[in-house]
């Protein structure tokens, strides 16, 4: 069926043909979606009639193990199979290791068939390549540690796509439900030849060269020869062989049965594999959380489910589902949301789901019909505005809440255990069901320190378990005043699930981030090639903070040639600054355990010192090198910059604030020059009087007036004369030069405080001989309407003086 060739489709009578392929005497396949109810119906079915003597389902062979596990009575779904294999005795190092997921819920038509065959005691059998093997097939990592073992072709069919817009069904689940899910139950027969005809027009998109690069026929042959082998080990007699198997490769076994071939022979080489039954919940189960292979609103299949477990057929059932699910949304738009919802109006969206089935000519109401009809009565207004509570809710209701449990006896994953463990050596509590907070003093308690490595280590992991709400961060150098760390945290479904799939990268949290770690590095610098100097510096931060101080030498080194190599002054202060906050950080971060930082900080300051000395003019953003000479002078003065020459950095001022072709730049280096005594006052009030004289462009005396400012605000009230200079420039403009540098201006005294304004207000009304002006302050103005404002009044002001008016605004009248 796949040499057809890329236009040829396959035709009705190539669809019944290998519909009646599908069942025979010795096997009998039943293609199926993964999480599919109407999939599940046919398992049923096919189990009833043929009542097999062996049941193979698609999934690594090691799933066959939990079978048992998998059937508990006590067993409450979803639940998921998490499958890793990474090297044996070593640490995961970056590149290798594979796992994946492979979820189940009670409409999952795989645990439908090995409930039947478990039931009927009729050996079950997962029939499929292990995670490492697949990985082989495909050369290459294809499950790089959260994959899903149950993957999704059907969504990339560029046939599928045209057959849903032929059909005005908005996208491929529209498209599913409409032809599986909506309609009564038409027979076994009639499943399999639709599920044939939509299966093929899937794979025919796909070429034999695509197939293999993703592994798909290495697994396919796999397949066929668990089924050979089952259909050899059957007694005279007995059943057939029932395959349940996802149907993009269901429709090509036929032919494999008839030609098989070779099973495959994989290296994986020395690898631990592991298994593991965790916790699910219908929020990672949907399609619309990310989850590829999922069925979109996993809690609305489980209502039409339940429906018709109670003996409703599939139509009833979804009228009914569509009711129950209007009532919950409207208790949860009451009770949560403070939402009023009549019940008139509740009737009115049910009437209107049915009324849009039959409109759009669809056996029952879909998702979709339901969502409208939502949206149609439910929401007064835009729907995207005031509709945004509704949607959201209706999202809610429709993917569901629940949460699975794991039967006795399914045990806990290696990481798992660790990770509990740790957490209850740190006395913080696993078992609470609402958020709990946690305050760290990272200063002088060693114990919160550990809990803090700990968080941030299952953190970096990407483990759904503490939230840092407040505190240092010494990764992106913020809030380092702070003392304490504050936390929120609360064990869930989703944090076991999570720890289960990183659970390839170690059997303890300790080598689990240790691995995430070097996976890190290895990515800042592929190839060898050198990253940014901010990138590497947060790197080193990131190991202190994990408590990886002695595996931090790569990263040492890494940090060394990337600072060596930085081409930007701005930047290379950064991580000067950064790597001497991580050195302040002693006792928060044990930083005088990171080997060789002092060393990188002298390293980086002379960097710094290089890349400044090149400056010329516009090599970077005059506000950039006034900020980054800022920054400099504060690792001079910083506990961290206490062993640094600074001499060096003043004679770098020296040169910008003689030499530099930008007035920013001039000011800035005037007004450090200034604070530390460099510079006398008459030799600044000079300075300011050159800057600020008539022969100089407008724009550069205001941005002169910005970069002093920028570092020395107090100049602005001391002898400095820049008051003074200011106010008899401004005299000498006209009003559009005024207005052309305002926003300049504005930023220019931004940053003085209220007092600060309120003293040069004080001078420069003795300028003119009068008191301090006490206008009433506006704080509900922002700067484009100052801006827009003062233009209007400029446009007033050539008005009149065009009218012979300007002497009421003091302006002269245009001739």
Same mark, same amino acid.
Not at 156 to 178: K, N, P
Not at 259 to 276: F, Q, Y
Not at 516 to 539: C, I, K, N, Q, Y
């Given at each position: 069926?796949?040499?057809?060739?890329?236009?040829?489709?396959?035709?009705?009578?190539?669809?019944?043909?290998?519909?009646?392929?599908?069942?025979?005497?010795?096997?009998?396949?039943?293609?199926?979606?993964?999480?599919?109810?109407?999939?599940?119906?046919?398992?049923?079915?096919?189990?009833?009639?043929?009542?097999?003597?062996?049941?193979?389902?698609?999934?690594?062979?090691?799933?066959? *193990?939990?079978?048992?596990?998998?059937?508990?009575?006590?067993?409450?779904?979803?639940?998921?199979?998490?499958?890793?294999?990474?090297?044996?005795? $070593?640490?995961?190092?970056?590149?290798?290791?594979? *796992?994946?997921?492979?979820?189940?819920?009670?409409?999952?038509?795989?645990?439908?068939?090995?409930?039947?065959?478990?039931?009927?005691?009729?050996?079950? @059998?997962?029939?499929?390549?292990?995670?490492?093997?697949?990985?082989?097939?495909?050369?290459?990592?294809?499950?790089?540690?959260?994959?899903?073992?149950?993957?999704?072709?059907?969504?990339?069919?560029?046939?599928? @796509?045209? =057959?849903?817009?032929?059909?005005?069904?908005?996208?491929?689940?529209?498209? &599913?439900?409409?032809?599986?899910? /909506?309609?009564?139950?038409?027979?076994?027969?009639?499943? !399999?030849?639709?599920?044939?005809?939509?299966?093929?027009?899937?794979?025919?998109?796909?070429?034999?060269?695509?197939?293999?690069?993703?592994?798909?026929?290495?697994?396919?042959?796999?397949?066929?020869?668990?089924?050979?082998?089952?259909?050899?080990?059957?007694?005279?007699?007995?059943?057939?062989?029932?395959?349940?198997?996802?149907?993009?490769?269901?429709?090509?076994?036929?032919?494999?049965?008839?030609?098989?071939?070779?099973?495959?022979?994989?290296?994986?080489?020395?690898?631990? +594999?592991?298994?593991?039954?965790?916790?699910?919940?219908?929020?990672?189960?949907?399609?619309?959380?990310?989850?590829?292979?999922?069925?979109?609103?996993?809690? &609305?299949?489980? $209502?039409?489910?339940?429906?018709?477990?109670?003996?409703?057929?599939?139509?009833?059932?979804?009228?009914?589902?569509?009711?129950?699910?209007?009532?919950?949304?409207?208790?949860?738009?009451?009770?949560?949301?403070?939402?009023?919802?009549?019940?008139?109006?509740?009737?009115?969206?049910?009437?209107?789901? !049915?009324?849009?089935?039959?409109?759009?000519?669809?056996?029952?109401?879909?998702?979709?019909?339901?969502?409208?009809?939502?949206? /149609?009565?439910?929401?007064?207004?835009?729907?995207?505005? +005031?509709?945004?509570?509704?949607?959201?809710?209706?999202?809610?209701?429709?993917?569901?809440?629940?949460?699975?449990?794991?039967?006795?006896?399914?045990?806990?994953?290696?990481?798992?255990?660790? @990770?509990?463990?740790?957490?209850?050596?740190?006395?913080?509590?696993?078992?609470?069901?609402?958020?709990?907070?946690?305050?760290?003093?990272?200063?002088?308690?060693?114990?919160?320190?550990?809990?803090?490595?700990?968080?941030?280590?299952?953190?970096?992991?990407?483990?759904?378990?503490?939230?840092?709400?407040?505190?240092?961060?010494?990764?992106?150098?913020?809030?380092?005043?702070?003392?304490?760390?504050?936390?929120?945290?609360?064990?869930?479904?989703?944090?076991?699930?999570?720890?289960?799939?990183?659970?390839?990268?170690?059997?303890?949290?300790?080598?689990?981030?240790?691995?995430?770690?070097?996976?890190?590095?290895?990515?800042?610098?592929?190839?060898?090639?050198?990253?940014?100097?901010?990138? #590497?510096?947060?790197?080193?931060?990131?190991?202190?903070?994990?408590?990886?101080?002695?595996?931090?030498?790569?990263?040492?080194?890494?940090?060394?040639?990337?600072?060596?190599?930085?081409?930007?002054?701005?930047?290379?202060?950064?991580?000067?600054?950064? =790597?001497?906050?991580?050195?302040?950080? $002693?006792?928060?971060?044990?930083?005088?355990?990171?080997?060789?930082?002092?060393?990188?900080?002298?390293?980086?300051?002379?960097?710094? %010192?290089?890349?400044?000395?090149? %400056?010329?003019?516009?090599? +970077?953003?005059?506000?950039?090198?006034? @900020?980054? =000479?800022?920054?400099?002078?504060?690792?001079?003065?910083?506990?961290?910059?206490?062993?640094?020459?600074?001499?060096?950095? &003043?004679?770098?001022?020296?040169? !910008?604030?003689?030499?530099?072709?930008?007035?920013?730049?001039?000011?800035?280096?005037?007004?450090? #020059?200034?604070?530390?005594?460099?510079?006398?006052?008459?030799?600044?009030?000079?300075?300011?009087?050159?800057?600020?004289?008539?022969?100089?462009?407008?724009?550069?005396?205001?941005?002169?007036?910005?970069?002093?400012?920028?570092?020395?605000?107090?100049?602005? &009230?001391?002898?400095?004369?820049?008051?003074?200079? %200011?106010?008899?420039?401004?005299?000498?403009?006209?009003?559009?030069?005024?207005? /052309?540098?305002?926003?300049?201006?504005?930023?220019?005294?931004?940053?003085?405080?209220?007092?600060?304004?309120?003293?040069?207000?004080?001078?420069?009304?003795?300028?003119?001989?009068? +008191?301090?002006?006490?206008?009433?302050?506006?704080?509900?103005?922002?700067?484009?309407?100052?801006?827009?404002?003062?233009?209007?009044?400029?446009?007033?002001?050539?008005?009149?003086?065009?009218?012979?008016?300007?002497?009421?605004?003091?302006?002269?009248?245009?001739?």
């Amino acid at each position: 069926m796949t040499g057809r060739g890329p236009d040829v489709l396959p035709t009705g009578e190539d669809v019944r043909a290998l519909a009646a392929r599908l069942v025979g005497d010795d096997v009998v396949v039943v293609p199926v979606r993964h999480h599919s109810p109407a999939c599940a119906r046919a398992v049923t079915a096919a189990f009833e009639r043929y009542a097999p003597s062996h049941v193979l389902i698609e999934g690594p062979r090691s799933l066959t *193990g939990l079978v048992d596990l998998l059937c508990h009575r006590e067993a409450r779904y979803p639940l998921v199979v998490y499958a890793w294999s990474r090297p044996a005795g $070593r640490a995961t190092a970056p590149g290798e290791g594979n *796992g994946g997921y492979y979820p189940f819920c009670d409409y999952s038509p795989e645990l439908v068939a090995a409930r039947l065959g478990h039931a009927a005691g009729v050996p079950v @059998t997962f029939c499929d390549l292990e995670v490492g093997e697949q990985a082989a097939a495909a050369a290459g990592e294809v499950l790089p540690g959260a994959g899903s073992l149950q993957r999704e072709e059907y969504a990339h069919s560029r046939s599928l @796509t045209a =057959l849903a817009q032929r059909l005005g069904c908005r996208d491929h689940e529209d498209l &599913w439900e409409l032809l599986f899910e /909506s309609g009564d139950d038409d027979g076994l027969d009639e499943h !399999l030849a639709r599920m044939t005809a939509y299966c093929l027009l899937a794979r025919h998109d796909s070429t034999d060269a695509e197939l293999d690069r993703e592994g798909t026929r290495a697994r396919e042959a796999e397949m066929v020869w668990h089924v050979r082998e089952a259909v050899a080990a059957r007694e005279p007699g007995a059943g057939p062989v029932l395959v349940v198997v996802g149907g993009f490769h269901a429709v090509v076994l036929p032919d494999l049965l008839t030609a098989p071939p070779a099973r495959p022979a994989l290296d994986v080489g020395s690898v631990e +594999e592991g298994l593991a039954l965790v916790r699910y919940g219908f929020d990672r189960l949907d399609r619309l959380a990310g989850y590829a292979s999922g069925m979109t609103s996993p809690g &609305w299949h489980q $209502r039409v489910w339940d429906e018709h477990l109670r003996g409703s057929p599939a139509g009833a059932a979804r009228a009914d589902a569509t009711l129950t699910t209007l009532l919950d949304l409207a208790d949860e738009l009451r009770t949560h949301h403070h939402v009023p919802v009549a019940t008139p109006t509740l009737a009115a969206a049910h009437r209107q789901a !049915l009324l849009l089935a039959d409109l759009r000519g669809h056996p029952a109401p879909l998702r979709s019909d339901l969502v409208d009809a939502v949206t /149609s009565c439910l929401v007064q207004g835009d729907a995207d505005v +005031e509709g945004v509570v509704v949607a959201a809710a209706t999202r809610r209701v429709l993917t569901g809440d629940r949460v699975g449990r794991v039967p006795p006896g399914a045990g806990t994953p290696p990481l798992v255990r660790d @990770t509990l463990a740790r957490l209850a050596e740190l006395k913080l509590d696993t078992d609470a069901t609402e958020p709990r907070t946690l305050a760290l003093d990272l200063y002088r308690n060693a114990a919160h320190r550990r809990t803090s490595r700990a968080l941030h280590g299952l953190a970096l992991l990407g483990v759904p378990f503490a939230q840092r709400t407040a505190g240092p961060d010494f990764v992106r150098g913020t809030g380092l005043t702070r003392l304490q760390e504050r936390w929120t945290y609360l064990w869930s479904p989703a944090t076991e699930g999570v720890l289960a799939e990183v659970s390839m990268l170690g059997s303890t949290l300790d080598e689990a981030v240790e691995a995430r770690f070097a996976a890190l590095v290895a990515e800042a610098a592929p190839d060898g090639a050198t990253p940014p100097s901010g990138r #590497a510096v947060a790197l080193l931060a990131q190991g202190a903070v994990v408590g990886l101080h002695e595996r931090t030498a790569p990263v040492v080194g890494l940090v060394r040639d990337a600072v060596g190599a930085e081409p930007s002054f701005g930047d290379a202060v950064h991580a000067a600054g950064a =790597l001497a906050l991580l050195a302040d950080g $002693r006792e928060a971060v044990e930083s005088g355990r990171l080997a060789g930082l002092p060393g990188l900080v002298t390293h980086a300051y002379a960097r710094c %010192l290089y890349l400044g000395a090149q %400056l010329r003019g516009d090599e +970077e953003p005059p506000d950039q090198v006034a @900020t980054a =000479l800022a920054r400099l002078r504060e690792l001079l003065a910083s506990p961290g910059g206490a062993g640094l020459e600074a001499e060096p950095f &003043w004679g770098l001022v020296d040169r !910008l604030r003689h030499a530099h072709e930008r007035a920013l730049v001039r000011g800035a280096a005037a007004g450090l #020059a200034s604070t530390a005594g460099r510079l006398q006052g008459d030799d600044l009030a000079r300075d300011v009087a050159g800057h600020l004289a008539g022969t100089l462009d407008a724009h550069e005396s205001v941005g002169y007036v910005r970069g002093l400012f920028a570092t020395a605000r107090e100049t602005v &009230w001391q002898g400095s004369g820049v008051v003074a200079a %200011l106010d008899s420039r401004l005299v000498d403009w006209d009003q559009p030069t005024f207005l /052309s540098t305002l926003p300049d201006l504005r930023l220019a005294f931004a940053g003085l405080t209220p007092r600060e304004t309120d003293r040069v207000a004080q001078a420069v009304a003795e300028l003119h001989g009068g +008191e301090r002006p006490d206008p009433a302050v506006r704080r509900d103005v922002d700067a484009a309407t100052v801006q827009a404002l003062a233009g209007l009044a400029q446009q007033v002001g050539d008005a009149l003086a065009r009218d012979g008016l300007g002497a009421w605004v003091g302006r002269e009248t245009t001739p």
